[in-house]
Nanobody
């Protein structure tokens, strides 16, 4: 059974930092990534990592860093210099063999003073 467990969301002031974690089980991962969805908006890609390469949305380049610990089957998202427009529910995504796709339950990130 595929399972993604996220952690690390919360409330932070503008300019602050948070680190999200997503631990995967039951899936041989080909690609992992983070997406986010703000109220009234579509879910959008934040960052992905696959085969040692990373991809970022333009809005987070230079501020966010995605990394992966293969031994722990865990992906992280270090978010620095957070802005109010970064506030959203952040979802972990994993794609495995044969195109199997899994989503985490989501973790809320609130950026407010």
């Amino acid at each position: 059974q595929v399972r993604l467990v996220e952690s690390g969301g919360g409330l932070v002031q503008p300019g602050g930092s948070l680190r999200l974690s997503c631990a995967a089980s039951g899936i041989r991962i080909r690609r992992m990534g983070w997406y986010r969805q703000a109220p009234g908006q579509q879910r959008e890609l934040v960052a992905t990592t696959s085969g040692g390469s990373e991809n970022y949305a333009d809005s987070v380049k230079g501020r966010f860093t995605i990394s992966r610990d293969n031994a722990k089957n865990t992906v992280y998202l270090q978010m620095n210099s957070l802005k109010p427009e970064d506030a959203a529910v952040y979802y972990c995504n994993a794609v495995g063999d044969y195109g199997v796709t899994a989503w985490g339950q989501g973790t809320q990130v609130t950026v407010s003073s």
